[in-house]
């Protein structure tokens, strides 16, 4: 296991984004490197220790879903030789984790859908109802399956919590052509995801999409259907009207619930036993969602 990737490092790359996982770079003027760091977050604190290839389980899964999906999207090439400028180390470091993608013009709303009533929407609904709730039926419970997958966009915040917007506030902000072509994309996506998922034993309960344009075509950008992206359970631990465990990250989460911390930061140090659990979890993730060994993934990449 190598040393796992934790922060931005010093890529001979303009560095043009940070996430609280994630990096980006710029290529050329058309170009991104988009890097998955092995930084973890939870309760929305990063912690102190990465998690070894989290990175790689993600952007494997990434790659997984574009390839299944066949949609349009900003996926270039995962073949790092063909970018200039990187050492060795740095491509070794990030071979698996790193995608060269088409810039795009981002849309400036999170497209996010929901097959099941939980997280930001359960707390609305329970509480009386806000913008996702809009067009839901009295009576649900916690993690209720919806009768239809609902689209229920959200504003990106660039501090904190993004926001969730009314189906108006979405249209004044895209227009009624563009808002009715990303919510329809969006829930195609997630409906051949979750079909796909179940087939695996998975549920995928909600998940976050971004678009982007770029030579007039509505491009899927940033990261698809991973578990940062979106939320997935084992279909056998599924109980509605109550708290559903996450597939990824209830290992660490419990763990953390066992320390006397307030969630702000700074977090506890993850013993070493609680960083190996949380990445067999990752790596159990990307084999039962695609199938296919993470050792192969990592042949694959040239590791
Ligand atoms: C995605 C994000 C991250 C911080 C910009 N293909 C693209 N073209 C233009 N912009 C983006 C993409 Cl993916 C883009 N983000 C989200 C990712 C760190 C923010 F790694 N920001």
Redesign the pocket.
Known sequence: MGTALRCRGVLALPH????KV???YEIDPDH?L??ATDRISAYDVILNQAIPDKGRVLTGLSLHFFDLLDTPN?LVSTDLSQVDGLTEDQRAELAGRAMV??????VPVECVVRGYLYGSSWREYRDGGGPTTEHLPDGLRQADKLDEPIFTPATKATTGHDENITEGQTREILGDDLYEELRTRSIDIYTRANEYAAEKGVILADTKF?F?H?NGEL?L??EVLTPDSSRYWPTDAYEPGGEIPSFDKQYVRDWLETQPWDKSPPPPDLPEEIVTGTRERYVEAYERITGESFDAYLESTGR
């Open positions: 043009i984004a940070s996430g994630r990096e980006i991104l988009f890097v900003h993608v088409r810039r795009a013009e981002v971004e982007g770029a491009l950008i940033d």
